[in-house]
């Protein structure tokens, strides 16, 4: 028994329509990809050690250019770093921190957008939490540049 005409038809139309909507689907991930996609990526390592003294608060001072140490640290106390980012391209730039201290870790700004050449000055504060342990804890500080 041959289909008739009329229902072919349906078929054939119903395949343009599926194949149409998975080619839009397609350029919209293309779209996505590329929008939250980074140019350029660049990642600091990231310390901190935590340590009491006799109950005593302190604060070690670390001055490091080429990883973002905080030095030492007692438990329920802040230190804070700055980074100078700049890139050579115009850029729109997301800034994150990763590992043990990505959730003591707060970063101002942690999007920004560059002009060529500009410089922003990103500031990082890592609060310890009250009773933390004696150690040293680490992280990845994250720079993704975009194309703007």
């Known amino acids: 028994m041959k289909p008739s005409s009329s229902k072919m038809i349906i078929v054939i139309l119903l395949f343009c329509i599926v194949a149409a909507t998975s080619f839009l689907l397609y350029l919209e991930y293309l779209q ?16 901190l050690k935590v340590k009491q003294i ?3 608060t302190m604060i070690g001072l670390n001055t ?20 100078v980012v700049r890139h050579s391209e115009p850029a729109e730039v997301r800034v994150t921190m990763d590992g043990q201290l990505h959730s003591w870790t707060s970063i101002s ?7 060529s050449n500009q410089s922003v000055e990103v500031f990082f504060e890592a609060k310890v939490p009250l009773y933390t342990v004696d150690g040293t804890y680490t992280g990845t500080a994250t720079f993704c540049f975009k194309n703007r």
């Open 64 to 83: 490091d250019t080429d990883s973002l140490q905080f030095g030492v640290v007692s438990s329920g106390v802040a230190a804070k770093r700055s980074i």
């Open 54 to 56: 006799n109950g005593k």
């Open 109 to 115: 700004p942690a999007s920004f957008s560059l002009s």
């Open 32 to 47: 996505f990809l590329q929008k939250n996609s980074c140019l350029d990526q660049e990642q600091i390592t990231a310390s």
